[in-house]
């Protein structure tokens, strides 16, 4: 039997490197992550692939899994140590190496495996790690699947089977890039950064983007696991500002913007306007509404009103779904609803067919914006964006609390402003209109300004965004409103940036 796994052992020391080491807090909703070293080691790591395994023989699925890694000093160690987890298991497994996220997805339907384990922690920092898994191509675990992987784990559950191999699939990623640029070029002459932060994405997105005809100013493509710049993140404002510098130096169409595993895209436009995805989920979605007929999108609880309010939208009748935040949620809401695609505020955009086959590729992404431009040949992208209704809203701030209190602060939050509207209470100086509740809280007051406090699914931390349709000094107003309500809780720290 292989040990079962330990919460407190200490590194350099003989039981730390005799025993797995698996914090129970890696297990999140959709995803799994772990400082390495510190809340996981390569037992632990083993211990993962084997209940892996083992779970995927309790769902019935066959025992033939994808792996692949990102680039980080320690990803290709730990793939090899949840490869010999997973082989213990009885898995086949297809080793398709260094690689972006949404390669280990396409190699799901390529190769006809119906797992994936793919070893990155997207744009977390460097020292962390994690395993996004899935076995039900294009979608990817949700909370079900990860409580139960979490009890085989931690109960030192997993089981040894036979009939375990492991096969390395050779330059996997040319494969992967025929597949996305075989299809006709743009007629509009575009000059493109392709900005990655040196993470993973930096090896593929300049040649992919070439192969469609644009023309490609690298920004940051060479591989660093040190990340010397700022973390791949497009989220992040480091990130977009030297995008926006890049654009206004180099006299360039767009900015596209890719994170450390590459399954997310962001956009900064031609004048250097650093734009929100979910304002760019709105673009794309007018956009698609012109070619497919009624479509309906889905759409999660951080993104902007305007998926609902804007005319353009009403008027080619789209429909919106919004739904919990998290790449599996949205995901799989987009499979079951049949959309036509999926935006989370986060750059995890899901387009199905025919554009797409489901799951979040931020290649897919970029090519959908530029077919946006293509389509538009006397519009900018600052002209498309000036096209939407105004709305002012904040980057995603995220204020530091533990992952062991932090469901239960984002709860106390959600009961507080779900009795300010049952007395009736206002807040900035307005009745509460509406308050949901599908993932933390999301309070709109009567003239449209929302915000919204969650737990991340991810990082110690809680999530917190606001947006007005009526003025920047109105978000202002929502920020300090919720703020307010999260100090009266002492376990929230400070934000990772504010307003």
């Given at each position: 039997?292989?040990?079962?796994?330990?919460s407190?052992l200490?590194?350099?020391?003989?039981?730390?490197?005799?025993?797995?080491?698996?914090?129970?807090?890696?297990?999140?909703?959709?995803?799994?992550?772990?400082l390495?070293?510190?809340?996981i080691?390569?037992?632990?790591?083993q211990?993962?692939?084997?209940?892996?395994?083992?779970?995927?023989?309790?769902?019935g699925?066959?025992?033939?899994v994808?792996?692949?890694?990102?680039?980080?000093?320690?990803?290709?160690?730990?793939?090899?140590?949840?490869t010999?987890?997973?082989?213990?298991?009885?898995?086949?497994?297809?080793?398709?190496?260094?690689?972006?996220?949404?390669?280990?997805?396409?190699?799901?339907?390529?190769?006809?495996c119906?797992?994936?384990?793919?070893?990155?922690a997207?744009?977390?920092?460097?020292?962390?790690?994690?395993v996004?898994?899935?076995?039900?191509?294009?979608?990817?675990?949700?909370?079900?699947?990860?409580?139960?992987?979490?009890?085989?784990?931690i109960g030192?559950?997993g089981?040894?089977?036979?009939?375990?191999s492991?096969?390395?699939?050779?330059?996997?990623?040319?494969?992967?890039?025929?597949?996305l640029t075989?299809?006709?070029?743009?007629?509009r002459?575009?000059?493109?950064?392709?900005?990655?932060?040196?993470?993973?994405?930096?090896?593929?997105?300049?040649?992919?983007?070439?192969?469609?005809?644009?023309?490609?100013?690298?920004?940051d493509?060479?591989?660093?696991?040190?990340?010397?710049?700022?973390?791949?993140?497009?989220?992040?404002?480091?990130?977009?500002?030297?995008?926006?510098?890049?654009?206004?130096?180099?006299?360039?169409?767009?900015?596209?913007?890719?994170?450390?595993?590459g399954?997310r895209?962001g956009?900064?436009d031609?004048?250097g306007?650093?734009?929100?995805a979910?304002?760019?989920?709105v673009?794309?979605?007018?956009?698609?509404?012109?070619i497919?007929?009624r479509?309906?999108?889905?759409?999660?609880?951080?993104?902007?009103g305007?998926?609902?309010?804007?005319?353009?939208?009403?008027?080619?009748?789209?429909?919106?779904?919004?739904?919990?935040?998290?790449?599996?949620?949205i995901?799989?809401?987009?499979?079951?609803?049949k959309?036509?695609?999926g935006?989370?505020?986060?750059?995890?955009?899901?387009?199905?067919?025919?554009?797409?086959r489901g799951?979040?590729?931020?290649?897919?992404?970029?090519?959908?914006?530029?077919?946006?431009l293509?389509?538009?040949?006397?519009?900018?992208?600052?002209?498309?964006?000036?096209?939407?209704?105004?709305?002012?809203?904040?980057?995603t701030?995220?204020?530091?609390c533990a992952?062991?209190i932090?469901?239960?602060?984002?709860?106390?939050?959600?009961?507080?402003?779900?009795?300010?509207?049952?007395?009736?209470?206002?807040l900035?100086?307005?009745?509460?209109?509406?308050?949901?509740?599908?993932?933390?809280?999301?309070?709109?007051?009567?003239?449209?300004?929302?915000?919204?406090?969650?737990?991340?699914s991810?990082?110690?931390?809680?999530?917190?965004v606001?947006?007005?349709?009526?003025?920047?000094?109105?978000?202002?107003?929502?920020?300090?409103?919720?703020?307010?309500?999260?100090?009266?809780?002492?376990?929230?720290?400070?934000?990772?940036?504010?307003?």
């Amino acid at each position: 039997m292989f040990p079962k796994p330990q919460s407190d052992l200490v590194p350099n020391t003989y039981a730390y490197e005799s025993r797995p080491l698996v914090k129970p807090t890696g297990f999140r909703e959709y995803d799994a992550r772990w400082l390495f070293g510190q809340e996981i080691n390569l037992m632990g790591v083993q211990a993962l692939g084997l209940g892996l395994g083992t779970l995927l023989g309790e769902l019935g699925v066959r025992r033939e899994v994808v792996v692949g890694h990102d680039f980080r000093s320690y990803s290709a160690s730990i793939k090899y140590a949840l490869t010999a987890g997973l082989m213990a298991a009885g898995c086949k497994v297809r080793d398709i190496g260094l690689c972006i996220t949404p390669m280990a997805y396409f190699a799901q339907f390529a190769l006809d495996c119906p797992a994936v384990a793919m070893v990155t922690a997207s744009h977390n920092d460097n020292g962390w790690t994690g395993v996004k898994m899935g076995a039900a191509r294009p979608v990817t675990f949700g909370p079900e699947e990860m409580g139960r992987l979490k009890e085989i784990v931690i109960g030192g559950l997993g089981r040894y089977d036979e009939g375990g191999s492991y096969e390395f699939v050779a330059d996997f990623p040319t494969r992967y890039i025929a597949a996305l640029t075989e299809r006709p070029q743009f007629k509009r002459k575009m000059k493109v950064i392709a900005a990655c932060g040196n993470g993973t994405a930096g090896a593929f997105a300049p040649e992919l983007l070439s192969k469609l005809g644009v023309e490609v100013v690298p920004l940051d493509c060479e591989l660093d696991f040190n990340f010397p710049r700022y973390n791949p993140n497009p989220e992040d404002l480091h990130m977009l500002h030297a995008m926006a510098d890049a654009v206004k130096r180099q006299g360039a169409d767009v900015a596209l913007g890719f994170d450390g595993d590459g399954d997310r895209c962001g956009v900064v436009d031609n004048e250097g306007n650093e734009i929100f995805a979910d304002k760019i989920g709105v673009m794309l979605a007018r956009d698609l509404s012109k070619i497919h007929a009624r479509p309906t999108f889905v759409v999660d609880v951080k993104s902007t009103g305007l998926f609902h309010s804007d005319p353009e939208l009403q008027k080619l009748g789209a429909t919106t779904d919004y739904w919990k935040t998290g790449h599996s949620h949205i995901k799989r809401r987009v499979r079951d609803l049949k959309a036509l695609a999926g935006f989370e505020k986060s750059g995890h955009f899901f387009f199905n067919a025919p554009v797409g086959r489901g799951y979040d590729d931020g290649f897919v992404t970029a090519i959908a914006v530029l077919d946006m431009l293509d389509r538009n040949p006397t519009k900018s992208m600052a002209d498309l964006y000036r096209d939407l209704p105004k709305t002012w809203g904040s980057p995603t701030m995220s204020p530091h609390c533990a992952d062991e209190i932090k469901y239960d602060v984002a709860e106390r939050v959600t009961r507080r402003l779900q009795a300010m509207r049952e007395k009736g209470e206002a807040l900035t100086g307005q009745k509460i209109a509406d308050v949901v509740t599908v993932n933390g809280v999301r309070v709109t007051v009567e003239d449209g300004t929302w915000g919204l406090v969650r737990a991340s699914s991810n990082k110690p931390e809680l999530v917190v965004v606001v947006e007005s349709p009526v003025s920047e000094a109105r978000m202002r107003e929502m920020f300090k409103a919720v703020d307010g309500v999260l100090r009266e809780n002492p376990e929230v720290g400070a934000y990772n940036q504010s307003l």
